[in-house]
């Protein structure tokens, strides 16, 4: 187990710097590492059949990486994977500290943003304000989207799916000289 601990601190580790260099995929090869180290603690625990706090603490970490690369893949334009990294931490809420859930709210929001679908970055963006409300991040993101030119610019990135299922925004895409937003 120690050298579970010590492939996972060092992977952690040098995703923190890597990130903190914008070197994001390299951060994101370090991450994976210390993500597979959890992995393998949380299966060497389950065997084990060691405490269920030992359990939580791996859980903990798990949030705490997953949420990192989940940045990473925000700035490597990956934006589908963050959002799988990101729900994985929300899931596991009830574990982790109350600010990686409002940063994994906040970097499925922007990966949302990224793939055009503003509903779903809204509503990510509240959910992380009802957590903390006087995450100031989090509050500009969201003031953003009252400006009509960035939610155009979000639209804009949307596929026909997506586009399709903004209900926030149906009349705003709906106009005719926005249409090519759409594809039409």
């Known amino acids: 187990m120690d050298a579970v ?21 390299a951060a994101c090869a ?9 992995e393998e603690a949380l299966v060497l625990t389950n065997e084990e059949e060691e405490e269920e706090e030992s359990r939580s603490f791996w859980m903990r970490k798990l949030c705490v990486v997953k949420a990192n690369r989940a940045a990473c893949l925000n700035k490597r334009q990956m934006p589908k994977e963050a959002i799988e990294d990101c729900d994985c931490v929300i899931a596991h ?6 600010e990686v859930v409002v940063k994994a709210f906040y970097r499925r929001g922007c990966a949302f943003e990224q793939m055009g679908d503003a509903d ?15 995450n100031e991040m989090v509050r500009l993101h969201l003031k953003k989207f ?17 586009l399709a299922r903004q209900t926030k925004f149906r009349n705003f895409t ?5 249409r090519h937003m759409r594809g039409e």
């Open 5 to 25: 601990r010590a492939r996972y601190a060092r992977g952690k580790a040098d995703g923190d710097a890597m990130y903190d260099v914008e070197r994001y995929i």
């Open 30 to 38: 370090a991450y994976d590492d210390a993500v597979s180290a959890i």
């Open 93 to 98: 809420g009830g574990v982790c500290a109350p």
């Open 120 to 134: 779903a970055a809204i509503a990510s963006f509240d959910y992380a304000l009802q957590i903390e409300p006087t």
């Open 146 to 162: 009252k400006c009509v030119f960035h939610r155009a610019c979000v639209l804009h990135k949307a596929s026909p799916e997506v």
């Open 174 to 178: 709906s106009r005719p000289n926005l």
